[in-house]
């Protein structure tokens, strides 16, 4: 199969940013300063404007966690995946998920019950979990979304659930995909965890430049947002995680963001956020 690898890791990107978690970017229209009067003849040229870059919050950077939680949350959004159309990679919505929302080993008491995502057209992918006590502690759990022809997903957030959210997106690559990326030369052991990180402000705009971090560590990040050409800025994907808990981690002009910890899981994708605090 012979596909682009451009295009590729477009759809990668695009589909991995909307793991993020939505919010207004805060950004306001900013009046045009007035022109300068044009200098004198062989004077001496302004120095060029210096490259001002995107204004991103940090107002919740080492925040403390809250203290108000609801006593029961629930967690809502649509199921996707990554499918080969043709030649081209498409992200498309996804009917007939397993949606498990889990705690530690989702085992006994840690398994929350599972819900399926829809298949009736105009509602295609869309999944709601029943409503989930927390016990007036923040819910630390995950999703653990299958389906047979695509590879298991987990979905953590950047922080436990303190009040229920809503348009959360299951990302799951089709097979056909994986066998895409392997032709592309970007190998997945199948004893090993893929793990999908987009790094957020605190209104849940990307950043763009971040560096970021698995521990234990897999093969080098990919800068899935430089590879596209900047049309999914904040987006990394890591190949080859060691499978058992891991933490991601992120940094940004000298700011350690809020660092968490998953579940890097054998033949699974994990995807998460990263934010400067809760």
Same mark, same amino acid.
């Given at each position: ?7 590729f890791r477009t759809v990668m990107s695009i589909g991995l940013l909307s793991v993020a978690a939505c ?7 900013? %009046?045009d300063a007035p022109k300068a009067i044009d200098a004198?003849?062989?004077? %001496? ?10 204004? !991103?919050? @940090? ?36 009917? #007939? ?23 009736? $057209?105009?509602? /295609?992918?869309? !999944? ?6 927390? #016990?007036?502690?923040?819910?630390? #759990? !995950? ?12 979905? @953590? ?12 997106? %299951?990302?799951? @690559? ?32 990307? %950043? ?15 800068? /899935? ?24 981690? $992120?940094? !940004? ?26």
């Amino acid at each position: 199969m012979n596909l682009p690898m451009g295009n590729f890791r477009t759809v990668m990107s695009i589909g991995l940013l909307s793991v993020a978690a939505c919010g207004d970017d805060g950004g306001s229209a900013t %009046i045009d300063a007035p022109k300068a009067i044009d200098a004198a003849v062989d004077a %001496i040229p302004d120095s060029p404007p210096a490259d001002v870059g995107p204004t !991103y919050d @940090f107002t919740c950077l080492n925040n403390a966690a809250p203290t108000t939680i609801a006593a029961t949350v629930t967690v809502s959004g649509s199921a996707q995946h990554v499918v080969i159309q043709g030649m081209a990679p498409a992200v498309v919505a996804n009917g #007939g998920v397993s949606v498990k929302a889990c705690k530690g080993d989702c085992t006994g008491q840690n398994d929350l019950g599972t819900t399926t995502s829809s298949n009736v $057209a105009g509602t /295609l992918g869309a !999944y709601s979990t029943a409503a989930l006590t927390t #016990g007036g502690t923040a819910l630390d #759990g !995950y999703l653990d979304a299958t389906k047979t022809g695509d590879r298991r997903t987990l979905v @953590f957030p950047p922080s436990p659930l303190a009040q229920s959210q809503s348009n959360v997106p %299951i990302l799951q @690559f089709s097979d056909g995909a994986m066998l895409a990326l392997a032709g592309l030369g970007i190998t997945q052991s199948a004893q090993k965890g893929m793990v999908g990180i987009v790094v957020t402000d605190c209104a849940g705009m990307p %950043i763009e430049g971040a560096t970021v971090t698995v521990t234990p560590a897999g093969d080098s990040p990919l800068d /899935l947002g430089t590879l596209a050409q900047g049309m999914a800025p904040g987006t990394w994907l890591i190949m080859n995680v060691p499978a058992g808990d891991a933490t991601v981690a $992120a940094t !940004y002009a000298g700011m350690t963001l809020r660092s968490h910890m998953v579940k890097s899981v054998a033949g699974a994708t994990t995807t998460t956020g990263v934010r400067p605090g809760y």
